[in-house]
Each structure stands twice: as C-alpha cells, then as structure tokens.
C-alpha cells in the first residue's frame, strides 16, 4: 500500500489552487524562529539569505506555475503574543507569492468553521492539521470526502470574503 502523499507532495503536483486556513492563536511555542522572536531577534527583509527556507521555495515554484496560494488567518482580538509574531514574519509568505488575508474572531460568529486547520489542493484533497490543546503538531490527515471538502472550500471562502489582507490588517 502506498504512503498517503504528504503536503509538499500535494503542493508540487498541484495545477490550480492550494487554500490554507489557520484558526488557533498560537502554535507550536518551542518553535526556534519563535524562541528567536521573542528573545527580540527579527528578520530583515531585504536579506533574504537569513530567512529564506525549502519550505518558501516550495511555495514559490508552486505560485510560479500559476498556482494561487491563498492563507487565511482567524485571530482574537486583542491578538497574542504568537499572532504578533506571526504578521511580524508575513512578509515571508508574500515574498513567496502567497496571499494572506487575516479575519478577527469576532466577525466569524455567523460561519460555519470546520474544527481543524487545513491546507485544500485543488478542491481535491484536504489536509487537516490536528494539534494539542497547548499548539503542538501532532499530525495530519488526508480526506477526499467530498461533503467535507464542499464544506471546508465554503468555509475559506466565507472567511476570506470578509478578510483584511495582509498589508491592510492592523494588530489589537
């Protein structure tokens, strides 16, 4: 039996759309470029020698084939302390042709929201991430059910429908 593709998998072989919506207000504190963050180091963007990662890379070969990548981040308001981290370090994810956009909590009252993160590829395959109560990874899966990929596809859209991009959203 083959192993299930992985999300690098997905994003190379992908041909139209990768959708990412991120629901938590922290993840994975242990995190070295968090650590790094806090401890007051910050990136410069115009050196992206000290920044750079396979992981950007990948994204950017992947919006360069004409793919669009669009992350959509739900945030409480007043934000924490891992959110302010996280728009500090957004510059990244545009440098690489993604989109973001960033939606206060409050104004998501109305949405149905799935439970989980997710990545959707092509409207294809959904990967959802599934973390502890305190932000740690602890794995993910893949559904190709198509009642849980229409609504996942609904949700993002209904969240980036009223998102600020990036470049517009202020921090509270």
């Known amino acids: 039996m083959a192993a299930a593709p ?3 998998d997905l994003l190379r072989s992908c041909t139209r759309s990768a959708l990412h ?3 938590r207000d922290g993840y994975m504190r242990d995190d ?8 007051g180091l910050r990136d410069d963007p115009a050196d992206r020698s000290t920044w750079w990662s ?9 919006t360069a084939r004409g793919v669009e990548i669009r992350r959509a981040r739900v945030v409480s308001e007043p934000v924490s302390e891992y959110v302010r981290f996280e728009h500090e370090i957004t510059f990244r994810n545009i440098a690489s042709g993604e989109q973001v956009s960033w939606l206060p909590r409050r104004q998501t009252t109305d949405l ?3 439970g989980n ?3 959707l ?4 395959y959904l990967v959802v991430h599934h973390f502890s109560g305190e932000g740690d990874f602890v794995g993910d899966e ?7 990929l229409k609504l996942c596809h609904s949700a993002f859209e209904a969240v980036w429908e009223r998102a600020v991009p990036h470049e517009d959203f202020r921090l509270h």
């Open 54 to 62: 396979p992981w950007l890379q990948l994204v950017q070969e992947t």
């Open 117 to 119: 993160d997710f990545w």
């Open 142 to 148: 893949i559904s190709t059910d198509p009642e849980i």
């Open 32 to 39: 070295p470029l968090f650590v790094r963050w806090l401890d």
């Open 6 to 8: 992985t999300l690098e």
């Open 121 to 124: 590829i092509d409207g294809q």
């Open 112 to 114: 149905a929201l799935p």
């Open 21 to 23: 919506l991120e629901m």
